[in-house]
């Protein structure tokens, strides 16, 4: 049972161009959202999160988005580099809620690729 | 160079024998995680240390995995008889406990048994 699902295994932009990555998911105890970049051979990179008490945060070009009530989030970055391509990863966790889980529930993650 | 540091970063090893993997965290970081990677999946929660204490394990956690933080400081991952299943990527990641309590990740370490 998948409770995070980013369902673009892949998503190929124009360099200068918007890279829109969305992420959906079912468990409604989850509160705090997180982004993730992974290049080949490294661990995952902090980008940037969302709490639920939010439905947006920026952080430069990168920007979340949280439609809580259609369980979605999306990662937009503007302008799209050719070093942003990676693998994106969308995490989710309980921080909130009382549940006292400490784990992140990942997605499956979604290869960005930016042509130059 | 403060990072989450994990060692090795590869191994090899034949199946039936027993691997013990080393992560260290961030220095003032008091929660460390370990999380493992297969292909075309994201990583996947094994648990998690508030300092020595281990508080949470997984299912995926079988008894042929043994996590220990003795210190509160570095921690290492042991799989016994070592199976073709659990080639992966180990991943280690650590957080403050403060604010957001976002973790960081390790560069991993790539499991391949034989």
């Known amino acids: 049972d998948q409770q995070v699902k980013q369902n673009s295994p892949s998503l190929s932009v124009q360099e200068g161009r918007i890279s829109i990555l969305n992420c959906d998911y079912t468990n409604s105890m989850f509160d705090y959202f997180l982004w993730y970049k992974k290049y080949p051979a490294e661990g995952p990179t902090f980008l940037i999160s969302i709490s639920s008490i939010k439905d947006k945060n920026e952080d430069g070009r990168f920007t979340v988005f949280l439609n809580k009530s259609a369980k979605h989030l999306s990662l937009h970055i503007v302008p799209s580099q050719p070093g942003d391509s990676a693998v994106y990863f969308c995490?989710?966790?309980?921080?909130?809620?009382?549940?006292?889980?400490?784990?992140?529930?990942f997605g499956k993650g979604t290869k960005l690729s930016v042509i130059p | 160079d403060t990072g989450v540091s994990q060692n090795p970063r590869h191994k090899i090893t034949k199946r039936g024998q027993n691997v013990t993997f080393r992560c260290d965290p961030i220095?003032?970081?008091?929660?460390l995680y370990w999380y493992r990677q297969t292909l075309g999946q994201g990583p996947e929660f094994l648990t998690y240390?508030?300092?020595?204490?281990?508080?949470?394990k997984s299912r995926l956690l079988s008894d042929r995995f043994s996590a220990e933080r003795p210190k509160g400081s570095f921690s290492t991952l042991e799989i016994q008889r070592t199976e073709q299943g659990d080639s992966a990527m180990y991943l280690c990641?650590?957080?403050?406990?403060?604010?957001?309590?976002?973790?960081?990740f390790g560069p991993g370490t790539r499991l391949t048994v034989t």
């Open positions: 990641a650590s957080s403050s406990g403060q604010g957001l309590d976002e973790q960081y």
């Open positions: 995490a989710a966790r309980a921080l909130y809620s009382g549940a006292g889980s400490y784990q992140l529930t």
């Open positions: 240390f508030q300092n020595e204490a281990q508080l949470e």
């Open positions: 220095s003032e970081h008091n929660r």
